[in-house]
């Protein structure tokens, strides 16, 4: 397994080999950051539990910003994963958020940014999970590493198979809404791992404070690949 740094620098060498993860120009003056943290004093007064006032929430941030897609939140601290008992850990929360969020309407369609083959999907069904979850493998000069695609559409698992292979800027899917989707607005979790430790179908997408350095020897930035110019790479 490489480390993140080893990982981090490969993708680096490779900023011009990828193509689009989502159906957006993510560069354009309709994205906007969006922040998910305890400082959001309109999440601290919405009701995080009921997704359809959790969506409104989310397009009015969108509007505020004139934007039509938002972006953001690799290592984020964020305080809304109060909204399931998914994310408890004993006593210890998990609200580190180590993919990139893109938040934009469902049924956008969703790419592979290399050559790659599924390792694995399943749909995560528990409420305020990922729903729908994909899992690409890639190799780039000899070394492998995945992509994971989170609050999909259940449509995008149909005629799946394990290995079954991709090309580069191959369609492999759609966002999904709520319900199906793990109950959340409508969004992209995008994320890189150096390694899979064992897992199958499924990888923490959040993390408690104290696994921040486990994490963040195995998930480098997404933004490496999404090279969103909001987003620190």
């Known amino acids: 397994m490489k480390t993140t740094t080893e990982l981090s620098e490969l993708l680096r060498r490779h900023t011009t080999a990828f193509a689009p993860v989502i159906d957006a120009d993510l560069q354009s003056n309709v994205v906007c950051r969006l922040d998910f943290t305890a400082a959001n004093t309109l999440l601290q007064q919405t009701d995080l ?15 505020q910003q004139k934007a039509i897609v938002g972006v ?31 938040w934009m309407e469902a049924e956008t369609p969703v790419y592979t940014p290399l050559d790659a083959i599924v390792h694995s999907f399943q749909d ?15 190799e780039l000069e000899g070394v492998t590493f995945y992509t994971l695609y989170g609050h999909l559409s259940r449509k995008s698992l149909e005629g799946l198979e394990v290995g079954k292979a991709f090309k580069k800027g191959d369609r492999i899917a759609w966002l999904g809404n709520y319900p199906e989707n793990g109950d959340w ?16 179908g499924d990888f923490p997408g ?28």
């Open 185 to 200: 607005p409508p969004h992209l979790h995008f994320q890189i791992m150096a390694s899979m430790e064992g897992r199958s």
């Open 124 to 138: 995560n069904n528990n409420f305020g999970d990922y729903g729908p979850t994909i899992i690409l493998q890639h």
């Open 49 to 63: 539990v009921d997704t359809a006032t959790f969506n409104e929430a989310v397009n009015q941030m969108l509007a």
């Open 206 to 233: 959040v993390a408690a404070a104290s696994d921040r350095a486990h994490f963040e020897q195995i998930c480098p930035n997404p933004n490496l690949i999404l090279q969103c110019p909001l987003l620190p790479m």
């Open 72 to 102: 953001g939140g690799y290592f984020e601290d964020r305080f809304i994963y109060r909204r399931s008992e998914h994310f408890d850990v004993a006593a210890e929360s998990r609200n580190l958020h180590l993919g990139i969020d893109i």
